[in-house]
């Protein structure tokens, strides 16, 4: 596709859940981001892919937050036992080439919003 | 650690009149500044990034922003908007001088509204 795409869209989920996100970025793009974005707030950083290695998981808030990207294209953000303050919009972003090199621009995809009940 | 700040939260500006949403930042080294645009229920868009060289930057849909090193401010503007400007609009920095320089650190946020 042109753009990052991501699915679901929306996904409701009941506390103690487990739910899987889904990014699928760029194509040949390099790298791959994760963004948490609560309500009225901005974006913030949650974890890093350079292909298929994970360079950075220093936003993730907790040990029930885990991502992969396994093939260095797909990437998979999982939540386990949700709890209501995992509600937020989930954003992921991808470039083109290794982003600690380069003035890379990160092109985000539609979102996955996550509610928790 | 790095920072950006949306002083307002929502801007209004009357159709056809110039608006600017601002931006300042704190980097401990050189920054890279970025503007983003969001509508509702979509993703963020990218609209112009300054690295280095002229300090007036130009973007998509007739946007631009000018980066003042002294000030540590990297404001937007548009000449003269649109209804179809209004949207959520995000200032974003990357601090290149530092590890994990590859991360974004945004704003919260400034909601333009364009009046007819």
């Not at chain 1, 991502?67 to 939540?79: D, F, H, N, Q, Y």
């Not at chain 2, 003269?80 to 400007?85: E, H, K, M, R, Y």
Request: one cysteine or more; aromatic letters at 12%; hydrophobic letters at 35%.
């Amino acid at each position: 596709g042109a753009g990052v795409s991501q699915s679901p869209r929306y996904k409701v989920a009941k506390r103690g859940q487990d739910v899987a996100l889904r990014c699928d970025p760029i194509s040949g793009h390099v790298s791959l981001f994760w963004y948490q974005q609560a309500l009225g707030q901005g974006p913030e950083f949650l974890t890093y892919f350079q292909n298929e290695a994970q360079l950075d998981k220093s936003g993730l808030p907790s040990d029930r937050f885990f991502a992969e990207r396994p093939e260095g294209s797909v990437s998979t953000l999982k939540i386990q036992r949700t709890q209501q303050e995992d509600s937020a919009v989930y954003l992921c972003a991808s470039s083109l080439a290794l982003a600690g090199a380069t003035t890379d621009t990160q092109y985000f995809g539609p979102g996955t919003r996550l509610t928790v009940l | 650690a790095q920072s950006v700040a949306q002083p307002e939260d929502q801007v209004n500006v009357a159709e056809g009149n110039p608006l600017t949403v601002k931006c300042t930042y704190s980097v401990s080294g050189n920054p890279y500044l970025f503007w983003y645009v969001q509508y509702p229920n979509r993703g963020l868009q990218f609209l112009l990034k300054y690295i280095t060289g002229d300090n007036l930057v130009k973007g998509s849909y007739g946007f631009e922003a000018e980066f003042n090193k002294s000030q540590t401010s990297f404001h937007l503007k548009k000449p003269s908007a649109l209804v179809s400007d209004s949207a959520l609009y995000f200032c974003a920095v990357r601090d290149m001088s530092g590890a994990g320089s590859y991360q974004l650190t945004f704003g919260k946020g400034t909601k333009l509204s364009v009046i007819p």
